[in-house]
């Protein structure tokens, strides 16, 4: 499975990850994790991308794309989140392999706020929550840890990250339509209804490809 999951900030594409690569075995490769942790680590990387996604602005295309080649150019299975963000991005993943689908993550924008404004995450093992879903407690429901707000998760910045989605990220759907490989799903619902559509769509996939295979055997 090669896999990218695209969609604005807040949309759901780290939630509806963390299923897809439980349910299908495929790596989950998200550019803000691995970015988070080189910030977390103090590498040079780190250093550089601090400033950038403090502002809200993306990463630029080079250190980014380093960062994933070597991930994925031998890899049979994974699931992109968060990358690629540019058409520079997107032409770079078209030279190391061939991409399946693109999952397009739609959501109405006015409901996306809250969402960043309200996520928690878990400092142990990197759950994301609500704070809606947490009815006051502190703690992760998964393990117990501590959780904590990115750091980026304030109004200020999720304006500037919706202004760099739109400017340029959101040209990568027409940029995968014209390859034919987007689907939309609608991410506006409850988590649970997403992962359900998802799966239909990936269940399909691994049908669709058995048969060709058939076809080509028989
Ligand atoms: P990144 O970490 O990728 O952030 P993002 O794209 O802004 O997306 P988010 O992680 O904020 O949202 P999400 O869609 O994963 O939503 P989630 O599932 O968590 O990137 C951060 C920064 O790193 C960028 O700004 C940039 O600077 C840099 N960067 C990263 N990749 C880069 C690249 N390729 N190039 C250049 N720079 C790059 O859900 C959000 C909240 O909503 C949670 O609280 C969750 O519980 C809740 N929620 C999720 N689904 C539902 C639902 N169905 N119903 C109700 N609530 C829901
Ligand atoms: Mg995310």
Known sequence: MKIILLGAPG????????????????????????LRKNIKEG?????????????????????????????????????????????????????????????????DETLLMDRLTGRRVCKECAAVTHITLLNGADK??????????????????VKSRMEAYYKQTAPLIEYYEKQNKLINVNSGRDSADVFKDIEKILMQRSVNRVSAAEKKYN
């Open 43 to 107: 590498t040079e990387l780190g250093k550089k991308a601090k400033e950038y996604m403090d502002a809200g602005r993306l990463v630029p295309d080079e250190l980014v794309i380093a960062l994933v080649a070597d991930v994925i150019k031998d890899a049979d299975s994974f699931l992109l989140d968060g990358f690629p963000r540019t058409i520079e991005q997107a032409k770079a993943v078209d030279r190391i392999t061939e991409i399946e689908k693109v999952l397009n993550l739609q959501i």
């Open 140 to 157: 992760c429901a998964l393990c117990g840890g501590s959780l904590y707000q990115r750091s980026d998760d304030n109004e200020t910045t």
């Open 11 to 34: 949309a759901g594409k780290g939630t509806q990850a963390v299923k897809i690569a439980a349910k299908f075995n495929a790596a989950h490769v998200s550019t803000g994790d691995l």
